[in-house]
């Protein structure tokens, strides 16, 4: 994450101040340019203030039943570098409550005792990542907040005892002393549960947890990259590899890509595509060092062969863009990144001769830097000690993008866009009969950049569509078929204007969603959908000072949240105005999420 010094003590009393103002204006769509001019800080408000930093999306369990136990996997104070070491710690699976577990989640819950930067920090177990998160931007003391995820595809991992490994990168630094108190814990279900799910990927792809997981990440004591098992990739000639030897009796695989992007390609979204490197125009601080363009896919092979990719979701932390759009409404998908599915069971034939192969990722057009790692999920035939197959169809055609740029000095535009079709199928014959898996996904891809107003004024918009068909076919019969398909338009416009003193006012409007639709037919099982919307519109402005340091700020940011399956729905709408929240209301109405349905179409 790019790095922005702040004055502890400036900070604090910024804070207070903003929690003391609350405008009634609502967050405009970012395609109107008018902006108001920001009012001075209000009134201090009382120093013993205590905030939530929240993230307003579906929990994985409501509370109708409780967990058949509970188990504390750390408790500790993260300080600064000098004083604070990457965390391993002992797991034990619960004598009270064994598998097998319907449901597992896990819960880390936190706490700053004073202002520190926002930080990436991820948790491992036996290597494989299980979440990888963002601690908020702290601009006031005694700030908490929680991050509850479904672990249960996890669950060949929590089986046994291993160890777990905590890490957060840069977790302070010399000027900021506040510490972080961590709380990990795991809470295991049994029998029915009643559950929603935030992120339905037990269904589908996961119809059941798979019965090994083996971590495609960086091996433990090799510091190339620093602590932690995630790769470092600093631009797109970087291909990370490990080298797996699969099980013979493997008849199904799913890759699972976890991955961020920091440094240079903090902002690769709103990147220009551009011949000469002008560096930041007219004190653009969203600008990358070298302008190559918006477009980033991550890519992973096999023994050097493309088996899936995916443009990933430009998931904003909480220190960039306007850091008070951020507190305490967290941006979607900051606080429990997404991962990336990719099914690999067309090539598994390929993988079944008893030899080693070399699973690589890296990311196309890449600036430093990216930490990137994944998981391998493999079912395995436990009435068979060895599966046979072959990959009898692949189809990749070269991803080609249309570049068009039009520039004089700091004022222009470009754009870029393409899309590509990718078609497998392969067969394996295992205890299940001879079963045909094939993938067809189809990406979808457009950014424009503007710059005007001799670079006070820019504007980028993205939109990234794709959509993934999973047929099965067993005696040349289809028995199920999965359909994900997903939409992530991204709206951003930017204006930079004098601020006296060398000071600079930058005013900033975002528009930013996710869309996840799944669907599928499964033999008996019948049919089921589900459908997530994730939406946010944000508006607000900073001084920056000659140094570059904020000097202060505000930001309202209104955040929708509708889900929606067979059999249930859930809403909830957040508003948040000035760094207090205005409106917080939930609802499991499948009338009131229709309703909001047609307000935000």
């Given at each position: 994450?790019?790095?922005?010094?702040?004055?502890?003590?400036?900070?604090?009393?910024?804070?207070?101040?903003?929690?003391?103002?609350?405008?009634?204006?609502?967050?405009?769509?970012?395609?109107?340019?008018?902006?108001?001019t920001?009012?001075?800080?209000?009134?201090?408000?009382?120093?013993?203030?205590?905030l939530e930093?929240?993230?307003?999306?579906?929990?994985?369990?409501?509370?109708t039943?409780?967990?058949?136990?509970?188990?504390?996997?750390?408790?500790?104070d993260?300080?600064?570098?000098?004083?604070?070491?990457?965390?391993?710690?002992?797991?034990?699976?619960?004598?009270?409550?064994?598998?097998?577990?319907s449901?597992?989640?896990?819960?880390?819950?936190?706490?700053a005792?004073?202002?520190?930067k926002?930080?990436?920090?991820?948790?491992?177990?036996?290597?494989?990542?299980?979440?990888?998160?963002?601690?908020?931007?702290?601009?006031?003391?005694?700030?908490?907040?929680?991050?509850?995820?479904?672990?249960?595809?996890?669950t060949?991992?929590?089986?046994?005892?291993?160890?777990?490994?905590?890490?957060?990168?840069?977790?302070?630094?010399?000027?900021?002393?506040?510490?972080?108190?961590?709380?990990?814990?795991?809470?295991?279900?049994?029998?029915?549960?009643?559950?929603?799910?935030?992120?339905?990927?037990i269904?589908?792809?996961?119809?059941?947890?798979?019965?090994?997981?083996?971590?495609?990440s960086?091996?433990?004591?090799?510091?190339?990259?620093?602590?932690?098992?995630?790769?470092?990739?600093?631009?797109?000639?970087?291909?990370?590899?490990?080298?797996?030897?699969?099980?013979?009796?493997?008849?199904?695989a799913?890759?699972?890509?976890?991955?961020?992007?920091?440094?240079?390609?903090?902002?690769?979204y709103?990147?220009?595509?551009?011949?000469?490197?002008?560096?930041?125009?007219?004190?653009?601080?969203l600008?990358?060092?070298?302008?190559n363009?918006?477009?980033?896919?991550?890519?992973?092979?096999?023994?050097?062969r493309?088996?899936?990719?995916?443009?990933?979701?430009?998931?904003?932390?909480?220190g960039?863009?306007?850091?008070?759009?951020?507190?305490?409404?967290?941006?979607?998908?900051a606080?429990?990144?997404?991962?990336?599915?990719?099914?690999?069971?067309?090539?598994?034939?390929k993988?079944?001769?008893?030899?080693?192969h070399?699973?690589?990722?890296?990311?196309?057009?890449?600036?430093?830097?990216?930490?990137?790692?994944?998981?391998?999920?493999?079912?395995?035939?436990?009435?068979?000690?060895?599966?046979?197959?072959?990959?009898?169809?692949?189809?990749?055609?070269?991803?080609?993008?249309?570049?068009?740029?039009?520039?004089?000095?700091?004022?222009?535009k470009?754009?870029?866009?393409?899309?590509?079709?990718i078609?497998?199928?392969?067969?394996?014959?295992?205890?299940?009969?001879?079963?045909?898996?094939?993938v067809?996904?189809?990406?979808?891809?457009?950014?424009?950049?503007?710059?005007?107003?001799?670079?006070?004024?820019?504007?980028?918009?993205?939109?990234?569509?794709?959509?993934?068909?999973?047929?099965?076919?067993?005696?040349?019969?289809?028995?199920?078929?999965?359909?994900?398909?997903?939409?992530?338009?991204?709206?951003?416009?930017?204006?930079?204007?004098?601020?006296?003193?060398?000071?600079?006012?930058?005013?900033?409007?975002?528009?930013?969603?996710?869309?996840?639709?799944?669907?599928?037919?499964e033999?008996?099982?019948?049919?089921?959908?589900?459908?997530?919307?994730?939406?946010?519109?944000?508006?607000g402005?900073?001084?920056?000072?000659?140094?570059?340091?904020l000097?202060?700020?505000?930001?309202?940011?209104?955040?929708?949240?509708?889900?929606?399956?067979?059999?249930?729905?859930?809403?909830?709408?957040?508003?948040?105005?000035?760094?207090?929240?205005?409106e917080?209301?939930?609802?499991?109405?499948?009338?009131a999420?229709?309703?909001?349905?047609?307000?935000?179409?």
């Amino acid at each position: 994450m790019k790095e922005m010094e702040s004055r502890p003590h400036f900070l604090i009393s910024l804070f207070l101040l903003l929690l003391a103002s609350a405008s009634s204006a609502t967050p405009a769509s970012p395609k109107d340019y008018t902006f108001d001019t920001p009012p001075p800080p209000p009134p201090v408000a009382a120093e013993n203030t205590t905030l939530e930093y929240m993230d307003p999306t579906l929990p994985p369990l409501l509370p109708t039943k409780n967990p058949q136990c509970s188990l504390q996997l750390l408790q500790r104070d993260f300080a600064s570098r000098a004083r604070s070491q990457p965390e391993f710690f002992s797991y034990t699976p619960p004598d009270n409550c064994p598998s097998p577990w319907s449901r597992v989640v896990l819960e880390l819950s936190a706490s700053a005792s004073e202002v520190q930067k926002d930080r990436i920090a991820a948790i491992w177990v036996a290597g494989a990542e299980i979440l990888r998160t963002s601690t908020p931007f702290i601009m006031a003391p005694n700030v908490f907040w929680r991050v509850r995820k479904d672990v249960t595809r996890y669950t060949a991992l929590l089986r046994r005892p291993t160890r777990f490994f905590m890490m957060f990168l840069n977790d302070s630094n010399a000027t900021l002393h506040g510490v972080y108190s961590v709380n990990v814990s795991l809470h295991f279900y049994r029998g029915a549960v009643g559950q929603f799910n935030a992120h339905p990927v037990i269904r589908g792809l996961y119809p059941q947890p798979a019965d090994l997981i083996i971590p495609i990440s960086r091996a433990a004591g090799d510091a190339t990259a620093g602590p932690g098992y995630w790769f470092r990739i600093t631009n797109e000639t970087d291909i990370c590899t490990r080298t797996v030897l699969i099980p013979n009796n493997t008849y199904r695989a799913v890759l699972e890509v976890y991955v961020s992007h920091h440094g240079d390609d903090e902002y690769w979204y709103a990147n220009p595509l551009r011949s000469d490197d002008v560096g930041a125009a007219g004190g653009d601080d969203l600008a990358s060092k070298k302008p190559n363009g918006g477009f980033r896919q991550v890519v992973a092979t096999i023994d050097g062969r493309y088996v899936g990719s995916v443009v990933p979701f430009p998931v904003i932390a909480p220190g960039s863009v306007n850091p008070f759009f951020w507190a305490p409404i967290a941006a979607i998908g900051a606080y429990d990144h997404p991962s990336y599915d990719l099914e690999l069971t067309p090539f598994v034939g390929k993988l079944l001769d008893g030899r080693p192969h070399e699973f690589g990722l890296t990311v196309k057009e890449s600036q430093p830097y990216w930490l990137i790692g994944a998981n391998l999920h493999l079912w395995l035939d436990a009435w068979s000690d060895e599966v046979k197959g072959e990959l009898v169809r692949y189809k990749v055609p070269p991803l080609r993008l249309g570049q068009q740029a039009d520039w004089k000095n700091a004022e222009g535009k470009s754009e870029m866009e393409g899309q590509v079709i990718i078609r497998f199928s392969g067969w394996l014959s295992s205890s299940n009969g001879n079963v045909t898996t094939s993938v067809r996904h189809k990406l979808k891809f457009k950014t424009h950049v503007e710059v005007e107003e001799k670079g006070a004024m820019k504007s980028a918009e993205m939109e990234i569509k794709a959509r993934t068909n999973l047929r099965i076919e067993k005696d040349h019969v289809v028995v199920a078929r999965v359909v994900v398909e997903t939409e992530s338009p991204l709206n951003l416009v930017t204006v930079i204007s004098n601020g006296g003193g060398g000071s600079r006012i930058r005013k900033t409007k975002l528009f930013h969603e996710m869309i996840e639709a799944r669907s599928a037919t499964e033999g008996k099982a019948g049919e089921w959908f589900s459908t997530i919307t994730d939406r946010q519109e944000s508006e607000g402005s900073v001084l920056i000072g000659e140094d570059s340091q904020l000097v202060w700020g505000s930001g309202d940011t209104k955040s929708t949240y509708k889900f929606r399956d067979d059999k249930k729905c859930y809403l909830r709408t957040v508003n948040m105005v000035g760094g207090k929240v205005e409106e917080d209301e939930e609802s499991s109405s499948c009338i009131a999420a229709g309703f909001m349905a047609l307000l935000v179409s």
